[in-house]
């Protein structure tokens, strides 16, 4: 591995090659892990259509399902999901109990055939090893589950150990995702999460001997204090261990709206300019080291299956991020978690009090949207634009029995991306540039019809 000065200076030429545009790159955009997003969740959606939708999956249709565990041992702050500090250990025993009632509700109610299962959170591994079994004897007696399953885990290595990761390599787990985001220590005591590289790299040789074939890692840019060596170092550290997929996430600072960011000073954190940087500095090194860059902020070895899908037209894009998973729906368990379906987007209860009394009489989906034909329609004309760099909105259309009449107002809103290059126009075709993987989020805005300029509810495009 070259030194940090040579990473960044081939940084700085992966900078060069991405250009940075001031106007674009503070601009908020919803991530689009879903179309309409979250921000066009109403009361009006619920429990119903959650039923209707579920009974609409028959029995050769695959399924995914998401498993939300809101729960942490401690809080870190930059932490933009649904979570909570463990506080007393029977929380989790009552909260399983929920997730098992509400397992049962679900089940009855579809006839889907299971091909993933991914518990996320919060900490999955806050659950204790008891709690953890019986959770997912659950999932597997109530659901028809394939034999391939792929079971991911997100974990905390910090409260991980060598009997836990044997616990979910028997359980049948083929995938972990660590929660890493830096291993700068300076960095980790600004944002509350303290944990040695020997943390990490415990847990990767723990997983791989329990037979957990795959591992993920979750990284962080634009963290407080955080400079382009410490980025560097991160991922020169992340490369020895070796795991299958790195995500490198933009930490996106949003404490009205999560009041456990206000203990991070906005001052310590780096301007527009120098994320970018931050994120070409990740892209680069990955890429040298033989990732391929999927979307805007994965990387995968050639042979993980990922790649694979990506290399072939057959990545997908929901509310975990970028997929390979080719499903009729998500579904979603557990507080908080969301469910997609063709014609309809559906949120559980966030409250876990509140969630805990719903499930005992049935499900427990309490706003969403649903999606019209031309909703489904720009869903996966964005779908395909993040996923792949380019669409044929025609096409697409086509394969939809529809007319792409409806987006057409879409390419006047690109105008101004075509006349910096951003993106190309030909037709109905849309691409964008090659060194333009940074704006990919602005582009595909233009497709939103339910955005206006100037929102800041959004992260920042980079």
Known sequence: ????????????????????????????????????????????????????????IGADDAVSLYVHIPYCREICWYCGCTTGAVGRPDRLATYVDALVDEIDAVASRMAGRVTAIHLGGGSPNALAAEDMTRLMAALRDRFTVADDVEIAVELDPRTLDADYCALLGGLGVTRASLGVQTFAPAIQRRINRVQPYWTAAEAVRDLRYAGVRHINFDLLYGLPGQRNDDVADTIAASLRLHPERIAMFGY???PRLLPRQRMIDAADLPGVEARLEQSAIARSMLTSAGYRAIGFDHFAVPTDSLALAAAEGRLHRNFQGFTDEAVRAVIGLGASAISQYDGLLVQNEKHVGRYRGRTRTGL??????????????RGAVIERLLCDGRVDVAAIARSMAMSPEPLLPAFDALGALVAIGVVTA?????????????YARIAAAAFDSYRTAGERRFSRAV
């Open 252 to 254: 996106a600072h949003m």
């Open 364 to 377: 427990v989906g309490v706003r969403g949207v649903l999606r019209s034909a031309e909703a489904r329609l």
């Open 426 to 438: 030909d037709g109905w075709c849309v691409a964008l540039a090659p060194w333009a993987w940074p």
């Open 1 to 56: 591995m070259t030194g940090v000065k040579d990473r960044i200076a081939a940084s700085r030429h992966q900078r060069h090659m991405v250009r940075y545009l001031p106007e674009l790159a503070a601009r908020a955009v919803p991530r689009y892990t879903s179309y309409p997003t979250a921000a066009e969740f109403n009361d009006d959606v619920g429990a119903a259509e959650q039923a209707a939708a579920l009974a609409a």
